[in-house]
């Protein structure tokens, strides 16, 4: 083989270090690996590239998609197509954050440390909750662990899902909760928000938690103070999943009695990337500090009495506590963190207000619009953030379909998750989304009707 | 170092002391010593019943973290939360302030099967060596 | 207390800002007709107010407090800390990538599920596995993913009464933590005084109740067990499932397939293999691959090819149902798609023919300085014990690694595994240069000299990082979690 551009050895140094090893030749080094299992011949993979050959594979596969900047883009559903300022990625680009490991060594990790310890205030300050952690894998992972977590504080194995959370995020609470002797009961919807008389009948002294999403799946503000209420006079904990985005004008968790407050982190600076990598923000109460999922940063001093950050409570962790730990994660999502703190810090107490602003704005000008076109309707009447769900007179399929061809992604069609709801289109308006965008939506679907 | 001779020894270095019917439960100066600087305690509810040898708590300090088996059967009556706010009271003085808690013996007999100090001693210097 | 760096928060005056949006293009109402009063937020949430340029400088100088690989050599053992290559960093920033929804239609992300399509075959090949899921986020993630396929693997069979997982007392912590967390029972097996997994007690853990073995191979010693078609053999005879933790992988790439070794349930990290970035402490990503038996159980979706299109596919009647929303960190995968591309069938035997070289060498080199408790050929990593520097001079371990920053290396993992004694665990990865390990050697050396001659110089270590050593246990003891405004 020749060189390659990622291996610095050469022949000579090869031939020098098999001889300090006290070995003829590479052979000798797998020995100790038995024939029967050591692979014979190529691995059949294709030919190595050259970068140039490399750069010009990767824009074809990337040409052989379209983008959402190809279109007006109104699709959400856990995955929001938000103004990333330049600043974030300029950040992210830095080698010396991509290329560190997790902070185990503090003395050479301040900086992920320290923007680690950053993130958790803002993650605080934006839900009003005491604590934080470092993040996790994704929005439904931090509600499964949320109710995880629960179970374990509580001491109770009954964990409540409001049927208006996200499908996805309720698919991997039950695969989760498998093999632990746990019980999962979903209450059903009444108008597309929680069905309160049914919570208050189901919960009970058996349950650990009472998870709600709000703005939950279908776009609607979910009856906080009162879902809260009801866990709390059955002992149990209230947690809530909400979008970071609204929480720039809507009352945070924390004013309404949660205890954990979870939610996807994607929509502070992350980009969509067909699904990942994003985070999961996860917040608690301060009394809950011993029980949380993995990692925390925490200030300290040094000994030349300078400030410092640490990794804490790490007894809580895998690597210590092993099969008793709170949790199994270990890698979380730590570069999508510091998007997201970096994301926060540049749209700022003003920025940040008016990014959800325009949000509820605009997605109320389109939803009024929307509903105003013979044959088209809101699916539900409450009160909503930056999604609503649309009733249309043909398959919210088709809708999509027909709308493709003017440059529209017109939103999410509900039929794959609910079949009842085939006709159902989930449309999201982010502040990217301009009038005239709008307006041009409102056109291609009166032509549909 | 010479252990009090008033406590009995388990071999997972808890100490117990009788005091009439009640037992007064800590960790041994080894064990404060493995473990290093304590940062959290956690101590059962007053009130629980507990088996010999059952989980009674833990003791965690940066890198490491413990369970802590009780010595004897009997219900807990008394848990010291001065070691709430001051875990490191278990490094200052661990047969002393350091007590961790109190419980009603249900077979004070029991206390005759654990080690003296002496016995205790002795079982440290196997274990170094 | 001096500051090193001041918080985001202490920088903030109000009415600075680092943004700009445009105006409100639609009629604007008062919120309080769009929203009752009472869900409305009282006052915005108290983010910094700072200006672009001096955010900039901010993240810029603590990234400047960071080592990362780019800044130096990162020998840190099960990590994998390899170099990064740049241009996975651009492919996968092409809009191409990184602006698809994950709900668009499939015929306008044909592409995006081709590479998905073509990674698993390439992670399949490697493994010598039938199907892989890249769902998983990151390597405890995958395991369990792993284990929950095992578990509907038995229960589907009747055998769900088999409980117990089997793990070496070498592994990694996640692999006891995932085992509870998929509602197993963790059973430790031994290491005998070979460094592999101990043939007589792997006997008397195995019976009616285990549902699997768990193994790193090479194992967290960086040593390949040389049993474990034995293994192999006597867990399947007892009912079990083997999971290959490929935490170690770098090792054998094209030289012995997990699959071929008789494990039925493999995860890769590709954020340690495959060249993607840690990013810090993520993201990773940790794709899940099965042989053909267990295809059935794997998470939903998985990509399909139908000779024309790709397409997801949700129709998996006994899969163990979804891990996360969406499919997976893709934008991670992508990275290690352009990673194996670039590197190709040869380059990858030589990744890690060459990692496997640059191990030996090292510990060929350390091995007269410091304790080498298993003493013979190893992979892609080897363990030390700074025992002799703590029985003879008071030195621990921890204090050689902090030392070892003053020479502007990070210093290998420490304490782990727990069975060695002061354990130092050295992975220095295929891309670094011999003028590189001849400059860490020195630096070890120079070490074992001054824990002989001047202890008191390595408890005090670092000199040189940015802060020093920190009270770690003030941090836990009590918790300060976040910045709180003063009043």
């Known amino acids: ?449 | 170092m010479t252990y009090p001779r008033d406590l009995r020894y388990t071999k997972d270095h808890e100490w117990i002391k009788a005091e009439d019917s009640r037992g007064r439960i800590g960790l041994t100066n080894y064990a404060q010593d493995q473990l290093g600087d304590i940062v959290f305690v956690e101590l059962p509810e007053v009130g629980r019943e507990l088996e010999r040898g059952e989980v009674f708590g833990v003791v965690e300090s940066v890198k490491a973290v413990s369970d802590c088996y009780s010595p004897a059967s009997g219900k807990v009556v008394e848990v010291n939360e001065k070691l709430l706010d001051e875990p490191e009271l278990i490094n200052k003085d661990p047969h002393g302030e350091g007590w961790m808690i109190v419980i009603e013996l249900s077979d004070p007999a029991e206390l005759d099967q654990l080690m003296d100090a002496e016995a205790y001693e002795k079982h440290l210097e196997e274990q170094m060596q | 207390m001096k500051v090193v760096e001041p918080l985001i928060f202490e920088m903030s005056a109000p009415g600075r800002q680092a943004h700009s949006l445009p105006e409100c293009d639609v009629p604007a109402r008062p919120l309080d007709e769009l929203l009752p009063a009472g869900m409305l937020r009282e006052s915005p949430a108290n983010l910094p107010e700072v200006s672009e340029v001096d955010l900039v400088r901010h993240f810029t100088r603590l990234s400047q407090l960071n080592h990362g690989v780019d800044t130096g050599f990162y020998p840190l053992g099960s990590c994998t800390m390899k170099y990064n290559p740049k241009v996975n960093e651009w492919v996968a920033r092409l809009e191409g990538f990184v602006d698809l929804h994950p709900y668009m239609p499939e015929e306008l992300v044909q592409g995006a599920l081709k590479l998905l399509y073509d990674m698993e075959r390439y992670l399949c090949e490697i493994g010598g596995l039938a199907r892989v899921s890249m769902q998983p986020a990151a390597g405890a993630h995958g395991e369990a993913t792993g284990l929950l396929i095992i578990r509907a693997y038995h229960q589907h069979r009747g055998q769900g009464h088999r409980k117990k997982i089997i793990i070496p007392d070498s592994a990694h912590g996640t692999n006891p933590a995932s085992t509870t967390m998929c509602g197993y029972r963790t059973v430790e097996v031994k290491s005998d005084e070979r460094g592999g997994v101990d043939l007589k007690d792997l006997e008397r853990t195995l019976d009616d109740e285990v549902a699997g073995l768990m193994l790193t191979n090479p194992n967290t010693l960086g040593l390949f067990d040389e049993n474990i078609h034995v293994i192999s053999k006597m867990v399947h005879e007892a009912g079990g499932l083997l999971y290959y933790d490929g935490a170690n992988a770098n090792a054998v790439l094209g030289i012995s397939r997990p699959a071929d070794c008789g494990f039925d349930v493999v995860h890769f990290n590709l954020h340690k293999t495959f060249g993607t970035p840690h990013g810090g402490g993520g993201p990773g990503s940790g794709p899940v691959g099965v042989i053909e038996e267990l295809v059935p159980y794997l998470p939903v979706p998985l990509v399909e090819y139908d000779g024309s299109r790709y397409y997801l596919n949700y129709d998996l009647p006994h899969s163990i149902g979804r891990m996360r929303s969406f499919y997976g960190n893709f934008n991670v995968v992508v990275k290690a798609y352009a990673y194996i591309r670039a590197l190709g069938p040869e380059g990858l035997r030589r990744v890690s023919e060459d990692a496997v070289l640059n191990a030996n060498y090292l510990m060929a080199k350390l091995k007269e300085y410091y304790w080498l408790p298993y003493d013979r050929i190893c992979k892609h990593e080897f363990v030390l014990s700074g025992k002799r520097q703590k029985d003879r001079y008071g030195v621990r371990t921890m204090d050689i690694a902090k030392r070892l920053l003053d020479f502007g290396y990070h210093p290998p993992t420490v304490y782990f595994p727990l069975i060695v004694d002061e354990a130092l665990m050295i992975e220095p990865t295929e891309t670094e240069s011999k003028e590189t390990l001849d400059g860490f050697i020195d630096a070890m050396i120079q070490i074992a000299r001054e824990a002989e001659e001047e202890p008191e110089k390595l408890h005090q270590a670092p000199h040189r990082t940015p802060v020093g050593r920190l009270d770690e246990v003030r941090a836990s003891r009590f918790p300060n979690l976040r910045y709180r405004r003063e009043e």
């Open chain 1, 1 to 449: 083989m020749k060189g390659h551009r990622y291996l610095p050895l050469t022949e000579q140094d090869r031939r020098e270090m098999l001889e300090a090893i006290g070995v003829t030749s590479i052979d000798d080094l797998f020995a100790d690996i038995p024939e029967e299992v050591r692979f014979k011949g190529s691995l059949n993979l294709p030919p190595a590239l050259s970068e140039l050959e490399l750069v010009r594979h990767m824009k074809e596969l990337a040409g052989a998609n379209a983008t959402v900047n190809d279109y007006a883009c109104f699709m959400g559903a856990g995955a929001y197509d938000h103004f990333i300022p330049t600043v974030v990625d300029a950040v992210l680009s830095r080698g010396e954050f991509y290329s560190a490991y997790t902070p185990y060594q503090p003395e050479v990790s301040q900086g992920t440390l320290q923007t680690i310890y950053e993130y958790q205030t803002l993650i605080c300050e934006l839900t009003s909750m005491d604590i934080a952690q470092a993040s996790m894998y994704d929005g439904a992972t931090a509600l499964a662990e949320a109710a995880l977590m629960a179970c374990v504080v509580t001491r109770r194995p009954r964990i409540i899902m409001a049927e208006s959370i996200h499908p996805e995020y309720l698919e991997v609470i039950r695969t989760y909760t498998q093999g632990r002797h746990l019980e999962l009961v979903t209450v059903g919807t009444q108008g597309g928000r929680v069905d309160l008389e049914a919570l208050e009948r189901t919960v009970d002294k058996q349950t650990a938690c009472v998870l709600l999403q709000t703005p939950n799946f279908f776009g609607l503000l979910e009856d906080g103070p009162k879902v809260g209420e009801v866990a709390h006079k059955a002992g149990a904990l209230f947690v809530v999943c909400t979008d970071p985005i609204s929480l720039g004008v809507l009352k945070p968790p924390g004013e309404y009695g949660a205890d954990i407050v979870v939610g996807e982190g994607q929509p502070l600076g992350n980009p969509l990337s067909f699904g990942g990598p994003y985070l999961g923000f996860f917040a608690a109460r301060e009394k809950f500090m011993r029980r949380m999922p993995g990692r925390m940063i925490a200030m300290t001093e040094d000994n030349r009495g300078q400030r410092g950050f640490v990794m804490a409570l790490q007894t809580r962790e895998q690597h210590i506590r092993r099969e008793k730990a709170t949790s199994n994660i270990c890698t979380n999502e730590a570069l999508c963190a510091l998007a997201a703190c970096v994301y926060l810090c540049a749209m700022g107490r003003q920025g940040f207000r008016q990014v959800a602003e325009l949000c509820l704005q605009k997605a109320h000008y389109a939803a009024e619009r929307i509903s105003g076109l013979e044959g088209f309707e809101l699916a539900f009447e409450g009160p909503f953030f930056k999604e609503f769900t649309v009733k249309c007179p043909l398959p919210a399929d088709q809708v999509v379909k027909d709308l493709l061809s003017h440059r529209i992604l017109a939103g999410v069609p509900l039929g794959r998750f609910f079949p009842e709801m085939r006709n159902h289109l989930l449309v999201c308006v982010t502040e990217k989304r301009t009038k005239e965008e709008i307006d041009h939506l409102v056109r291609r679907l009166e032509g549909l009707a």
